[in-house]
């Protein structure tokens, strides 16, 4: 375990003890995982599994026609959103929605709205890859899976503890940024909770690396540029279009500056075609 994750490690079996059966990963999410190890798949074994599920199938069309991806004529078989939308994005996209919607009961009082979430989830990935893409090009790290699992913890606060999300929602809206409310009121963050869970996964330790610390990148001590890059996207999506909460006080740690080499001139430059980017997709900005 993550010694990060052990300096919360008794507020954490606490909680978890409340959690009385974690789902197992679904059949789907294993098939896509192990998919993931290839870099080529064929399209019609992509198909196959996804079809297996009509909540990925519906999804994954859905996102095909939306500004995400979409074009101007509507697709409506999975083949052709695959085509559309690229098999590692695809992979991506599905192993992401099958490992939250595992969580997403509709029985449950939620405080957090799923599709809210999942897009903003799938907004970090994509401006991650964009960002990794402009300043590390020749590392070809691809990160989209990282921002599509990056808030996995809050869709397990949301599912088992709505009661005390609810209270850190009502401190982060009144001005305390969400890390910090989480602390206050749980002991921990959905950062520590959501790397517990890939943990339990047995998900690659890179993607559990990254989750602990997308909003403390200066205590990553491995897989440190690819945290500052989740961290960045993370910060412009919030600030700029897809706030989790009607407060978002995203804090942008300056050690970004630092790991990945770049000024505060660039961070504004790499702000500014990342907005112009999501504008041209047709997202408006949030009203701060």
């Known amino acids: 375990m993550n010694d990060t994750l052990q300096r919360h490690d008794e507020s954490l079996r606490i909680a978890v003890q409340r959690i009385s059966k974690l789902p197992t990963i679904p059949d789907v999410a294993q098939k ?13 074994k992509l198909e196959g599994v996804i ?4 909540i990925i199938s519906a999804k994954i069309l859905s996102y095909a026609n939306s500004s995400f991806f979409g074009m101007d004529r509507p697709t409506t078989t999975v083949s052709k959103a695959i085509i559309r939308i690229g098999t590692i994005n695809v992979k991506n996209i599905a192993l992401g ?5 595992m969580f997403d009961t509709p029985r449950i009082t939620k405080i957090l709205d799923f599709d809210r979430l999942f897009n903003h989830s799938l907004a970090v990935g994509m401006i991650a890859e964009f960002i990794m893409h402009h300043i590390y090009p020749k590392i070809g790290e691809k990160v989209f899976i990282y921002g599509i699992l990056h808030d996995i913890g809050l869709i397990v606060l949301n599912r088992y503890f709505p009661e005390l999300l609810s209270r850190v929602i009502i401190k982060n809206e009144a001005g305390i940024p969400l890390i910090e409310a989480e602390m206050q009121i749980l002991g921990f963050t959905h950062a520590h909770i959501g790397t517990w869970l890939v943990d339990k996964w047995n998900l690659p330790e890179d993607i559990s690396t990254t989750l602990l610390n997308h909003h403390t990148p200066a205590l990553a001590n491995t897989q440190r540029e690819k945290t500052a890059v989740i961290h960045l996207a993370d910060y412009i999506i919030s600030e700029r279009f897809f706030p989790i909460t009607k407060s978002s006080g995203y804090c942008l740690d300056p050690v970004v500056l630092d790991i990945m080499g770049i ?12 907005t ?7 997202f408006d900005m949030c009203n701060k």
């Not at 929605?97 to 919607?101: A, C, E, F, Q």
């Not at 112009?276 to 047709?282: E, F, N, Q």
């Open 263 to 274: 000024s505060q001139k660039n961070i504004e430059d790499i702000t500014a075609r990342v």
């Open 97 to 101: 929605i099958s490992l939250m919607t």
């Open 51 to 54: 079809t297996k599920d009509p």
């Open 276 to 282: 112009s980017y999501m504008i041209s997709k047709g």
């Open 32 to 44: 896509i995982m192990d998919m993931l190890k290839d870099d080529i798949t064929p399209i019609d």
